[in-house]
């Protein structure tokens, strides 16, 4: 199908967490977007079937027959809408023209009218009518909090990406004047391919491999714009992680990443192959060689990220963490790096803290653990989100960075 003039799809994100449906999608669309810019634009609603290798499966809605000035324009709004925003993909959240145009098929819900009302579709969803508000500006900036969400994943509940929405969500409601951002983070194991591109603006492959008893594997895989490949191996053999570095489509790229992280590490590459392996631990009887470099996962994603650029413009770093023990150890290496960067730059830390028989704490810099009366997720972030609220706009504290966790190990 042909669109005219502008289009703009907002990806929403249709994963078993967030547990929407098209009808949902539509009904947070037609209450966040505001009718400024949508007047007289048409509406489609698709399943996103371009990105099939991407690592989080999108359904779009669609503004389209907008002039061009009118669509950039609506873009720019909509980008400032946190809410919304908390919905969406990580990974390209909003598309334009030339991959609108690849999706189908669509189904026609008909054209925006001057009160904001939708009419003349073939299909129905939600309220019908346009009734968003404004995007809510920060008059005096230096008295809005700048805040960066950086949470690992929870494994067996959220992905990285997950975390960072509900936390974008809280964020929204409880501070809806702040200027928000999310990072996703990985340690150089799973999680890493969506770390890596989507804060490269990278792309997603998918290609077949074939494994030792003959049966053929699907491998995902990330191509960054300096085109090196982002492989994650904890999954593969050896003999898998050599296919995967030789595919035939991947002809020409030199330079790779592979997140081994509690998996194999190989000891060498093909030929031709220059790799960057990252790991949890690695032995010290893994050594560097010509064509391969062994480093420690967290440091080398937060450096592929340009996390510090990002920190470096923010005033608040969210920190997502398991507690090991009753007596609130938080001694993991990702929280770790994480708060070394963010005392480093003198940023203030907001760590949200979990146990896995679900109870949550909030520690606000160097302040103590603070017990959370709740067992919901959403409900704790509201908490921590509160706290920082009404924590007075001060200079973070002063103290000398702890020296980085050494993560490598020796095997004597």
């Not at 289009?7 to 539509?26: H, I, Q």
């Not at 048409?42 to 099939?52: A, I, K, N, Q, S």
């Not at 109870?359 to 509160?386: G, M, N, Q, R, W």
Request: net charge negative; hydrophobic share 40%; aromatic share 8%.
């Amino acid at each position: 199908m042909e669109y005219s003039k502008f289009s703009l799809g907002l990806r929403f994100a249709m994963t078993s967490d967030s547990n929407l449906t098209p009808n949902d999608c539509w009904n947070i669309a037609f209450s966040e977007v505001p009718i400024t810019h949508v007047v007289g634009s048409t509406l489609f609603g698709t399943w996103d079937d371009v990105g099939d290798a991407e690592s989080e499966k999108a359904y779009i809605c669609m503004f389209s027959n907008l002039p061009l000035k009118v669509g950039k324009a609506l873009f720019a709004q909509l980008q400032q809408k946190p809410v919304l925003l908390s919905y969406l993909t990580i990974y390209h959240p909003f598309i334009q023209n030339n991959r609108v145009e690849k999706c189908s098929p669509v189904e026609y819900l008909g054209s925006v009218q001057p009160g904001g009302s939708v009419s003349g579709g073939e299909i129905a969803y939600g309220a019908m009518q346009i009734s968003g508000t404004l995007p809510e500006i920060c008059e005096k900036p230096g008295q809005c909090r700048r805040i960066l969400i950086a949470p690992d994943a929870w494994e067996g509940k959220f992905t990285s990406a997950d975390a960072a929405r509900h936390m974008l969500r809280s964020a929204s409601h409880m501070l809806p004047k702040a200027c928000l951002r999310t990072q996703l983070i990985a340690d150089g194991g799973q999680g890493t391919i969506d770390a890596l591109v989507c804060s490269n603006n990278g792309r997603y492959l998918k290609a077949a491999i074939r494994t030792e008893n003959g049966e053929t594997k699907s491998l995902q895989y990330g191509i960054l714009p300096n085109r090196t490949v982002v492989i994650e191996s904890e999954s593969l053999t050896k003999e898998e992680l050599t296919l995967a570095l030789t595919l035939p489509q991947n002809k020409g790229f030199t330079e790779y990443v592979v997140a081994a992280g509690t998996g194999v590490l190989p000891d060498d590459v093909p030929d031709g192959r220059y790799a960057t392996v990252l790991g949890k631990r690695i032995p010290a009887s893994q050594r560097n060689n010509i064509r391969v470099e062994y480093r420690n996962g967290i440091e080398t994603v937060l450096e592929l990220c340009e996390f510090n650029l990002y920190l470096s413009r923010a005033d608040w770093l969210i920190v997502l963490t398991r507690l090991l023990d009753e007596e609130g150890l938080m001694k993991d290496p990702t929280t770790d790096a994480l708060l070394f960067h963010c005392r480093l730059l003198h940023k203030h830390a907001a760590i949200l803290a979990f146990t896995d028989d679900g109870h949550f704490f909030a520690k606000i810099d160097e302040t103590p653990l603070v017990p959370i009366e709740t067992s919901s997720f959403d409900e704790a972030a509201d908490a921590l989100f509160l706290i920082i609220k009404n924590t007075p706009i001060l200079p973070p504290p002063l103290f000398p960075p702890a020296e980085p966790v050494e993560t490598v190990i020796s095997d004597m």
